[in-house]
């Protein structure tokens, strides 16, 4: 079970990110959705879902927003109601969009397997009903029975320099994993690892996400949300014959470097593979994406066991 493996920090879970219907469709509508995004998983093998809770992220950026926001069904109803809970998910709350009382019911309605990131702010000029701090404090109140996760952002390290330091304070909260927003720029990720290992605090998962992009569209709206692209990247991106498939093997490159690196460091990586593009040929390319990562876990767990059984007849011999 997902909890499970989060508990005892194991290696290698594997998410698949997926963002609710808007919540100005028809109930036939979301279930049709909901339909196809089981449908498209039924084949795959991964831990669970991430499902996330979007918030008007307007404020973090001055440029006009790519895509228009809408808001979505809430990802706890959508969970249980649309997808009749199929898979066991990581349930995102974005904490401002709630008041105290609409949190407090969340978080007391929830049963002893939830697992939830609480998302903050994503600018300090945003409104928010409900603090981060505040909502962590309401989750020791109300919701022991939630394990909680928290959110990892690379490029805040580099700008920063203190992401190490922000885990393991949110860890000291009640933290027990983490989910990183989507990782182009690699150099970013390993400095927070080697940052990371060398704090001497328990350490949890840390699962780093990847998007597949195939148009300029979707770049510039991973550009808008802040997502790092460095411009080699990007050159090797669309210079190529086909800037999705570019897209995909290069994130299963980065995902086999960061799982085996931070292995060595004494850290458990896991991926959260998302397709935040409606397009199909996009989604359709996330699930390559969640196999392709799937098999690089599978083949360094097969590796594992064999210098195991290699070691054990060395020792009998």
């Given at each position: 079970m997902l909890k499970d493996k989060i508990e005892s920090n194991t290696p290698g879970i594997l998410l698949y990110g997926i963002t609710p219907p808007k919540i100005n469709l028809s109930k036939e509508e979301a279930e049709e959705i909901a339909n196809k995004q089981l449908e498209r998983l039924k084949d795959s093998k991964f831990d669970g879902l991430v499902i996330y809770d979007l918030q008007d992220e307007s404020n973090r950026n001055s440029s006009e927003r790519t895509f228009e926001f809408i808001c979505t069904i809430k990802?706890?109803?959508?969970?249980?109601?649309?997808?009749?809970?199929?898979?066991p998910a990581v349930i995102y709350k974005a904490v401002g969009n709630y008041d105290e009382a609409e949190f407090r019911e969340f978080l007391q309605s929830s049963s002893s397997d939830t697992l939830s990131v609480f998302v903050g702010a994503s600018s300090k000029q945003d409104k928010q009903k409900l603090a981060l701090n505040d909502a962590y404090k309401l989750k020791n109140e109300c919701g022991q029975g939630v394990t909680l996760?928290?959110?990892?952002?690379?490029?805040?390290?580099?700008?920063?320099?203190?992401?190490?330091?922000?885990?393991?304070?949110?860890?000291?909260?009640?933290?027990?994993?983490?989910?990183?927003?989507?990782?182009?720029?690699i150099e970013n990720a390993k400095r927070f690892i080697d940052d990371y290992a060398n704090l001497g605090v328990k350490k949890v998962p840390i699962i780093f996400t990847f998007t597949p992009c195939g148009s300029s569209k979707t770049l510039e709206f991973m550009k808008w949300l802040g997502i790092a692209v460095p411009e080699y990247f990007e050159d090797r991106l669309f210079s190529s014959q086909n800037a999705l498939e570019s897209s995909v093997s290069l994130s299963l490159d980065m995902f086999e470097f960061l799982f085996k690196y931070a292995k060595a460091k004494g850290i458990s990586v896991g991926a959260n593979v998302e397709s935040i593009s409606t397009r199909k040929v996009e989604i359709e390319a996330s699930i390559n994406l969640l196999n392709g990562i799937q098999k690089i876990i599978e083949d360094e767990k097969e590796l594992s066991y064999r210098e195991i059984w290699q070691s054990a007849s060395k020792m009998t011999e």
């Open positions: 990802p706890e109803i959508y969970h249980k109601e649309f997808l009749h809970s199929a898979y996760g928290g959110i990892c952002i690379p490029e805040r390290h580099i700008k920063k320099g203190d992401e190490d330091l922000r885990v393991a304070g949110k860890s000291i909260k009640g933290c027990k994993f983490f989910i990183t927003q989507a990782v182009y720029n």
